[in-house]
């Protein structure tokens, strides 16, 4: 069975109603970026990005899968897939996909604030101030902030060496480093981009652009790849 792997981002959960940073209406409008994912801003105002990655986490829980979701879940028939997401929520998961690379960490998880390797599943949808880990430090959100290091690269692109076919759904390639996996693409192998807007792919890319919304697109490659209706 041919490997698939999926690199997916932040368009792919905006259809369930997920807020995006980048986006017009995003959160960047809201919110200095610095203030509330960078361990500045934790060590800063550690109440603010708590609360923010509370409402974040409340949010999330309202939200379902969608169709781009459920579409590379029907594609598992079909071939071996794996999926490296940017993204911090689990809806990849909640739509039944078996194997789920987060380069950027969990939203509905929380981690020791002094030993990131301490990770706890979250009830409900916060994290108090006094919730401590079994060191007796505060917990904090499980994700990457910026200037943080990402330890799920190297395993990411081990997966993406041994893909047949790669996909790319719902991201920019602006985010480093996860867009350099496509330099880890072996050559020759197909790499789908599915994106509404015109991105930058690199030059030596076998790339075969499908330039809708994530929804929409996964269908187009489910034909594509299958022969069949999705």
């Not at 706890?120 to 108090?128: A, P, R, S």
């Not at 496509?182 to 330039?211: C, E, M, Q, R, T």
């Amino acid at each position: 069975m041919k490997k698939l792997v999926v690199l997916s981002g932040a368009g792919i959960s905006a259809e369930s109603g997920i807020r995006t940073f980048r986006d017009m209406g995003g959160l960047w409008e809201e919110y200095d970026i610095m203030e509330v994912a960078s361990p500045q801003g934790w060590e800063n105002n550690p109440e603010l990005v708590q609360n923010f990655y509370n409402e974040r986490r409340k949010q999330l829980l309202e939200c379902s899968p969608n169709k781009a979701h459920y579409g590379l879940v029907k594609l598992e028939k079909y071939f071996d897939v794996e999926i490296i997401t940017q993204n911090v929520d689990d809806l990849h998961e909640r739509a039944g996909s078996s194997k789920v690379l987060h380069l950027h960490g969990e939203l509905r998880k929380a981690q020791s604030s002094v030993d990131p390797g301490l990770v706890y599943d979250i009830e409900g949808w916060e994290i108090k101030m006094r919730d401590t880990c079994e060191k007796g430090s505060q917990l904090r959100p499980n994700v990457v902030w910026f200037g943080e290091p990402v330890p799920a690269m190297m395993p990411a692109m081990d997966i993406t060496r041994g893909s047949d076919i790669f996909v790319v759904a719902g991201t920019s390639l602006n985010v480093y480093p996860a867009a350099s996996l496509l330099d880890y693409v072996p050559k020759g192998v197909p790499v789908y981009v599915i994106d509404p807007a015109d991105l930058s792919v690199p030059f030596n890319v076998n790339a075969h652009i499908i330039k809708e919304k994530a929804g929409k697109g996964i269908e187009i490659l489910f034909e594509k790849l299958t022969g069949e209706k999705m």
